[in-house]
């Protein structure tokens, strides 16, 4: 390995897969039968995304969060959201210090590596505007000051798609922060077995993940996403099909710029996770539907029919 003129020594290719493998095995020890969710997991994190899991109550998505947090070292948060939940309880607020006869702030849960939004639909739109600003910027402002976030912030925040009573629908504007949107659903009977035999006699939890990165591999990662080549003919095809959704009949909010470049990235960290240093146009295809799902104001039952409409009108490039 040749040592660089600025640093160390730059990662091999092996080294690299070597990272990428510890930490999908560590993710799918944790969630068990669902080696597809785990893909698209990484490829949210490796894109500097954030997640949506949008589904039925007790099926590992906390579990998924706290594993996410473990396995790259990080600090993990948990926000319950709840109506009576303010803005300040996320960010953080600015307590004065008797002593000093100073205001001292005091972090939010937003400070972690990884924050887990649980149930935030159920929370007012004023806390879930808190959200915003760090998704989008990684930065809080309290009190007209900002503070910076850690660059590999991550939120991933679940919603339950069955009762609605009392909650408030995330607004468009805050749906187009997540990258994606993710369900995980029932596993399988096999995987269920495996689950209740593993807990017999045990009273840890036996899906406890241990650090698999060192600090510093995940932004070197995210760093080498962002660098996958995406040919001309390839961001040409990514611009005809964002262009289509706007003009679908069958689609209420179109593709703004932002989720188009949301959409590249994340077919990015896809090739990156398939050992490609290049994006093919079938890895924007396999990151179409979560990536489209959480930002076009479709239906669920109508979402799979329009998608592969706009996939199948728009020319595969050569």
């Not at 989720?259 to 077919?267: F, N």
Request: charged share 20%.
């Amino acid at each position: 390995m040749t040592p660089t003129l600025n640093g160390p020594p730059a990662p091999s290719a092996d080294t690299r897969c070597d990272r990428i493998d510890r930490l999908r095995a560590a993710l799918n020890r944790a969630l068990r039968g669902k080696p597809g969710v785990v893909e698209y997991v990484l490829a949210g994190l490796l894109a500097r995304g954030h997640l949506l899991l949008e589904d039925l109550p007790g099926l590992g998505k906390t579990t998924l969060a706290k594993a996410v947090a473990a396995a790259v070292g990080g600090t993990f948060a948990r926000v319950q959201c709840t109506p009576d939940l303010l803005p300040g309880d996320i960010t953080g607020f600015s307590v004065f210090n008797q002593k000093t006869r100073e205001f001292e702030f005091q972090p939010g849960p937003v400070f972690a590596e990884v924050l887990l939004a649980d149930e935030v639909n159920r929370t007012t739109p004023r806390t879930q505007s808190a959200l915003l600003e760090a998704m989008a910027e990684r930065q809080a402002t309290v009190d007209n000051v900002r503070h910076p976030l850690a660059p590999t912030f991550f939120v991933i925040a679940t919603q339950n798609p069955v009762e609605h009573h009392g909650t408030y629908p995330l607004p468009e504007a805050q749906l187009d922060r997540f990258a994606l949107k993710l369900s995980v659903g029932y596993p399988d009977r096999a995987d269920e077995l495996d689950l209740l035999a593993g807990a017999i006699g045990d009273v840890s939890d036996a899906r406890e993940v241990a650090p698999v990165l060192a600090p510093g591999d995940l932004a070197d990662l995210q760093g080498r996403v962002a660098r996958v080549a995406v040919q001309p003919n390839v961001r040409a095809y990514l611009v005809d099909l964002g262009r289509a959704t706007r003009s679908h009949a069958g689609v209420t909010l179109g593709l703004s710029p932002r989720g188009l470049l949301i959409w590249q990235r994340v077919a990015q960290a896809w090739a990156f996770l398939k050992g490609r240093p290049f994006v093919t146009p079938d890895d924007v295809q396999e990151v179409a539907r979560p990536v489209l799902g959480v930002r076009l104001g479709l239906a669920p039952d109508a979402a799979r029919f329009v998608l592969d409409q706009i996939l199948a009108g728009v020319p595969v490039p050569v």
